[in-house]
């Protein structure tokens, strides 16, 4: 198969042996964001990036992160401006009129408040996040160049292990926008199959792995059970689970 600079992160992630080629992609990306945010390159020292931080914050997951790698300063900094900037935008959103009570016939409605806007929209950024969005999109996209040109790549798809249902979701929303009429319909058809194929591959590894904590089952061998749990968050959730050890 033909590998070019772009094609390669798409063709390492199919060639790994794992329940989801798409969510490897992703958790590369992923370690590359974090640590291009607070590694040894020390972007949030750059006026731009921390512009940038500042005004998107970090969501849950990726402050996590980011407080797991061992640069406590360098978050430290972030989060001082980013607090900085938020009590700027709350003190103003604040000093609008108060919501009052809800009337009789509204009330569940959302009282209507600045201040609810701002948190709303700062709940949905994150810099950490925006910044994988833009390459993953490119990744996706690769992923149908590939299965358009290559036959390697085709037959790679069909004999991987299937996706994750998230990226199942992904590709089959995508896939008619960026294949050609030819490879369309074989595409969809080949990613079901083999989503639902793997699906039930890991729910019946999941089945024994319930059977084998049954006294009962004490002698029959473990199969494919021992680490069906880890892969069926990755199916399910999304979550590659790092070896423990
Ligand atoms: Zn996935
Ligand atoms: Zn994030």
Redesign the pocket.
Known sequence: MKEKLYTIPIQDAFAQDCECPVCAMYQKLEDNAIHYTIGPGASYMEEDIRAQTDEQG??Q??LKDLYAYPNKIGLAMMLKTHMDKTIKELEKAAEAPLPGPNSMFKKNAKPSSPVIDFIEKQEKK?F??GYITQTFESYMMTIFYLYEREEDFRQQFAQSKGFCTSHYKSLFCLAPKYLNKKYLEPFLRKLNEIYLENFKRVRDDVEWFICKNDYRYQEEPWKNARDSLQRALTKTGSIIVQEEG
Request: proline share 0%; aromatic share 14%.
């Open positions: 970090f969501c997951k990726h994150c950490v996040c």
